[in-house]
């Protein structure tokens, strides 16, 4: 019985072990090599990029930028950062100043259809296409921003088996211009970035 204790104390750990191992592999299996590679890239070279947006060209990592529209749009101040598109560096402006919505959604999801359609509180008694007012915090402070009701598909969890919803919720009438990126010149890298 004594002996039997002690196998079933050093089979719980060597379990544990061996589930890890599998997940690890599993997991590494799902990761293409050019997205690790991109990844790997971006942690190893924290001052290269490979191209930029409209609102960075000709700009450094943490120039001040500008992006068009008021906040609810996606508009505002913000600096030149850097973040991954695809397989590229890109060095894009990203807003620094705080805008919070409390839209209120229910967390309701489904694996299986139907899904559930829930909406936000600026929409709660309307319907899709309909007006709406946003109420959002802009740096702390309070402020209202017309807007449209539309729906959207939501979804979280695992990629080949997701949670999704339909969600009707306030966005902008106007939406932010799209990004474009532009590469980054041979003759930039080599005089900016050391390449």
């Keep these: 019985m004594h002996t ?3 196998l079933r104390h050093l089979a719980l750990p060597t ?3 061996t589930f890890a191992l599998v997940a690890g592999v599993a997991w590494a299996d799902l990761v293409i090599p050019e997205v690790a590679e991109a990844e790997k890239r971006f942690q190893d070279n924290p001052t290269i990029f490979d191209q930029t ?18 906040v609810f749009e996606g508009g505002g101040s ?5 973040s991954l598109t695809g397989l590229k560096i890109s060095l894009g402006c990203q807003r620094t100043e705080s805008v919070e919505i409390d839209r209120q959604i229910p967390d309701k999801f489904s694996v299986d259809p139907p899904f559930p359609q829930v909406t936000d509180r600026f929409c709660a008694k309307s319907k899709e ?13 309070v402020e209202s921003y017309a807007g449209i009701c539309q729906s959207n598909e939501d979804s979280q969890g695992y990629r080949f088996r997701p949670n999704r919803r339909t969600v009707l919720s306030c966005e902008p009438a106007k939406k932010a211009p799209e990004r474009v990126y532009t590469p980054v010149s041979s003759v930039r890298k080599l005089f900016t970035q050391g390449l």
């Design 78 to 82: 913000g600096t030149c950062q850097r």
């Design 53 to 70: 947006d409209q609102y960075c060209t000709d700009k450094a990592i943490d120039a001040a930028c500008a992006l068009p529209g008021n």
């Design 4 to 6: 039997r204790t002690k």
């Design 15 to 17: 379990l544990g072990f």
């Design 129 to 141: 296409g309909a007006s709406c007012t946003v109420e959002l915090k802009h740096n702390g402070k």
